[in-house]
């Protein structure tokens, strides 16, 4: 006998389709929910939060900069950041010796320092001219003061970093000057008066001496030489 399928059986391909598609809805607002609970929640950090900082990264360099520059300056040391202050650049290495000699001379704790030039260091051009003749007392506190300036280099390039000059104890200074200019103690006072400036009075005065001389090394119109004392490490 032919056996025909019951109507329960004819009916089961469309309920089983009917529970698919309600399960596959079901299941997606099921995510939903789900998604929605835990972003609201303190536990859940959404990724576009993590790329908010990636984000303004990109789109504010100037704050990496800022960044860098403040990082820095947390790195320099007191006396350093007191040069940042007054807007004075010095040289990134010792003075090149111009003869047979070396920059300075460690011995115990006081560091004798040879005679420095008058160089400028944003072109590495050198003063040069007579006191009295075509220099003026201001041109040649100029010079001198540029001589100081160099000395404080090639104190950082030995000691690291300015903060162990424990006292400037003397300083000499040589002035090209004619045979009648009397105003070699206003020149040198280009070198005294930096570091007065730069290190503060207890640190930076000193004892001196201001030479005149007919002539000096190359031309130059002033050199200056002094003698630190250095904290102990």
Known sequence: KQQYPSKMALACPHQ????????????????LVLFIFLESSSAFTPFSSLQRPFTTFRQSPQLLKQSQD???????????????ELGIEIPSSAAAPKGNYVPAVRYGNTLHLCGHLPQRVSDKSIIKGKLGVDLSIEEGYESARTCAINILGTLQAELGTLDKVERIIKVVGFVNCSNDFEGQASVVNGASDLFAEVFGVEVGRHARSAVGSNALPLGIATEVECIVAIKED
């Open 70 to 84: 403040n990082n820095n300056q947390k790195n320099m040391g007191k006396v350093e950041q007191r040069l940042a």
């Open 16 to 31: 089983h389709h009917t529970i698919s598609l309600l399960t596959s809805r079901f299941s997606s607002l099921l995510c």
